[in-house]
């Protein structure tokens, strides 16, 4: 079974600065797909960045970048600019691709707050 | 696109009371995920169904959750009886089909906050 952990229950950052989430898995497939969702007061799961296992080249979304190491089963997300609405909690999310249907493992969760 | 939609957001009930959250995923999306989320367990997977048929459901907590998926536009998650312990956001998701997309990402509904006293 597939395992997800997010080490950092909070994280602080002031606003235009840059912060990393750490998020760390476990798994025996070679081919799979990651994926950062970002939950905001509102409640809402919104989808942030995705990432395919066989790509070495990191995701990008505007401001949001992921640092990807396959071999160390490390996938944090990098947020530069960091901006108010940012608040949130990020989780960090697995599919082990084609063997497990639509199972998608969830991490704990960080909470991020950025400060004005 | 509406986005997957979910009702009623809020529900408040009585314990021992029937509960029935609804959800409509994305049009042409074939697969539909119920989760739970608390701040003990955090996200859990409860059923999924594939083109309108369960395919997992080992996260179904007891006998008392039920769902079904009727057609393509519509499912629905009932709790008879309802316990205090189920007080929960309950979250709707879509999924295309694995031929249509190049990733496995899911669309989350807004949720229902359920509260049972």
């Known amino acids: 079974a597939q395992t997800v952990t997010q080490s950092q229950p909070e994280m602080s950052v002031q606003e235009a600065e840059t912060v990393t989430l750490s998020c760390t898995y476990d798994?025996?497939?070679?081919?799979?797909?990651l994926f950062w969702y970002k939950q905001p007061p509102s409640r809402q799961m919104i989808l942030v960045i995705r990432?395919?296992?066989?790509?070495?080249q990191n995701a990008t979304e505007n401001r949001f970048s992921v640092n990807f190491q396959k071999a160390a089963k490390s996938f944090s997300l990098k947020i530069s600019d960091s901006q108010l609405g940012d608040t949130a909690m990020y989780f960090c999310a697995f599919h082990a691709g084609g063997t497990s249907y639509g199972k998608l493992t969830f991490g704990q969760g960080t909470i991020l707050t950025v400060h004005p | 696109d509406a986005g997957v939609i979910q009702s009623p957001r809020h529900e408040v009930t009585e314990m021992g009371q029937e509960v029935t959250l609804r959800c409509k995923p994305i049009s042409g999306h074939d697969y539909l995920f119920w989760y739970r989320q608390t701040m003990m367990r955090g996200l859990e997977l409860l059923i999924y169904?594939?083109?309108?048929?369960?395919?997992?459901d080992s996260g179904m907590p007891e006998d008392r959750f039920s769902a079904k998926m009727p057609n393509a536009s519509f499912s629905t998650l009932k709790i008879q009886p309802s316990e205090p312990r189920d007080s929960a956001v309950y979250f709707c998701?879509?999924?295309?089909?694995?031929?249509?997309?190049?990733?496995?990402?899911?669309?989350f509904g807004p949720g229902t906050r359920l509260t049972v006293t």
């Open positions: 169904f594939n083109n309108n048929v369960p395919i997992d």
């Open positions: 990432q395919e296992a066989y790509k070495q």
């Open positions: 998701a879509s999924s295309p089909d694995r031929s249509r997309t190049s990733s496995y990402e899911q669309y």
């Open positions: 798994t025996s497939e070679n081919n799979y797909y």
